[in-house]
């Protein structure tokens, strides 16, 4: 009975993990052999293998973000293309010289509230954002106060 059961469940492991392979293997079918490698696909299966997904729309995103100098963590663009969030791109972000040399162009007035801030009150912030198309550059950069900061990007 016991070594029953334990077959039983083993067939049932076995089952689900054909169903996850099969499920990438359809969704995703370049193989990117280290890029892949480790993602969580049990977790993805579970949670989008209802969801109605384009692989050809999938493919053509993946290899934009491949290309996009702007996405430092390469290995969570299938994380991002499924869930879209971006923090497991990692966005590049503006550096210290940057965000200093803006502040002290706008004079430590955040161009959203039109109040005066200290330098660590503030935060620099794509003017076009980065799922536009907007580049980590200093002409697209901007200091915001947290709270302007916090309520365009809606975190
Ligand atoms: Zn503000």
Redesign the pocket.
């Known amino acids: 009975m016991a070594k029953h059961q334990h077959d039983k469940n083993a067939d049932e492991l076995w089952f689900y993990f054909k169903d996850v392979i099969e499920w990438v293997g359809r969704y995703f079918p370049v193989k990117r052999g280290k890029l892949m490698k480790g993602q969580p696909w049990g977790d993805l299966y579970n949670k989008y293998k209802d969801t109605p997904l384009d692989k050809d729309e999938l493919e053509a995103e993946i290899q934009r973000l491949l290309e996009n100098e702007e996405v430092e963590n390469k290995k969570g663009i299938y994380l991002y293309v499924l869930t879209r969030e971006e923090k497991h791109l990692n966005l590049r972000q503006f550096d210290g010289k940057i965000a200093q040399r803006k502040y002290e162009e706008q004079k430590g007035v955040?161009p959203?509230?039109?109040?005066e801030?200290k330098i660590e009150e503030m935060e620099a912030d794509h003017i076009i954002p980065w799922h536009k198309g907007g580049k980590t550059t200093y002409e697209n950069c901007q200091m915001?106060?947290q709270?302007?900061n916090r309520t365009k990007s809606g975190k």
């Open positions: 955040c959203e509230c039109g109040k801030f915001l106060c709270r302007c």
